[in-house]
């Protein structure tokens, strides 16, 4: 049974990024980001394993789950949410990123994830159940 | 919550179930082998002491990313947390239900030799127990030996052997 409840924030006329961003990937990424989650699901401490990093400094408040696809080009993404959890248990996908070396594709994804966690703790937008 | 459903609609495109079965095995043979030491050894050092390997080796096998772990590997790492560590293929249908499933308390609870051995000289499994493998569940519903009647406990290899040598049996 799953541990965790993973949700993703939706903005106003259903904008949900990170599910934008899930359908915009090739399907290869997609099954390996559902790969990642389904083990993130199944472990109890985020904070004991590579797969998540709890952000700090500028962007302290954000989590980042952190996954590849093998290549060649070997791809790594950075799919971003809130933490900590706000609801125990409950990690809140903002939107998703690759990582190339150290340029982040968008390359403001941290500040609009930083926005978006604002904006969700000013009571803007609803959270659903991520699928 | 992820449902079977949920997963099942996904695999029906067969470039995604590749890449998500994949993506899995790698990821959750990895996250077998930390959820079983963590639960049975403690640290990495003393995985890799028992599997005689390095600690680098342990840790690599735990990096959900890593993904080119050798048979051999595995199988010194499960014979250094004594247990056994089986491959099989499965249709998609398990898949999906292994993916809803997964958790760190379905692998935590496997025992050791030592541990199920024990448990099988006071609570021998039937027959159909093995077959359907489910001992755990069925322990004490009927005897081991399914061409007789007596119940008998099952033994280790050495007691069996003893009690070939002593003439009396040991399954």
Redesign the interface.
């Known amino acids: ?3 965790w ?1 993973i949700m993703a924030y939706h903005l106003a006329g259903d904008f949900c990024p990170i599910q934008d961003w899930y359908a915009a990937q090739d ?2 990424v ?3 980001f ?3 989650l ?2 993130l ?4 401490d985020w904070s004991d ?3 998540f990093k709890e952000l700090t400094k500028t962007h302290a408040g954000l989590g980042e789950i ?5 290549g060649p080009p070997i791809r790594r993404f950075r799919p971003v949410g809130i933490w900590p959890p706000i609801i125990p248990n409950e990690f809140i996908l903002l939107l998703g990123c690759e990582k190339n070396r150290s340029v982040y594709i968008p390359q403001d994804a941290f500040t609009l994830a930083l926005a978006y966690k604002r904006r969700w703790e000013q009571g803007e937008g609803e959270i659903h ?1 991520y ?1 | 919550m992820i449902t079977f459903r949920d997963i099942w609609r996904k695999l029906s495109h067969r470039k995604y179930r590749e890449q998500y079965a994949l993506s899995l095995l790698k990821r959750s043979v990895a996250f077998q082998i930390k959820t079983l030491r963590k639960k049975h050894c403690g640290s990495q050092a003393i995985l890799a002491e028992r599997s005689q390997l390095t600690q680098g080796v342990v840790s690599r096998a735990e990096d959900q990313e890593y993904g080119n772990l050798t048979f051999n590997t595995v199988g010194r790492i499960a014979a250094g947390l004594d247990m056994a560590f089986i491959g099989k293929f499965v249709p998609w249908s398990e898949l999906a239900k292994f993916s809803r499933d997964l958790s760190e308390d379905q692998f935590a609870n496997i025992p050791t030799f030592e541990e199920e051995n024990t448990s099988l000289q006071t609570d021998p499994p039937t027959d159909s127990s093995f077959q359907t493998g489910n001992m755990a569940a069925s322990q004490g519903e009927t005897e081991f030996n399914s061409g007789g009647t007596e119940r008998k406990p099952m033994g280790t290899v050495e007691d069996q052997a003893k009690m070939a040598a002593a003439g009396t049996g040991g399954r």
């Open positions: 049974m799953a541990l409840r399907i290869e997609q099954a390996a559902d790969a990642a389904t083990t699901n199944a472990t109890a394993t590579w797969q952190r996954f590849k696809l093998d159940d699928i």
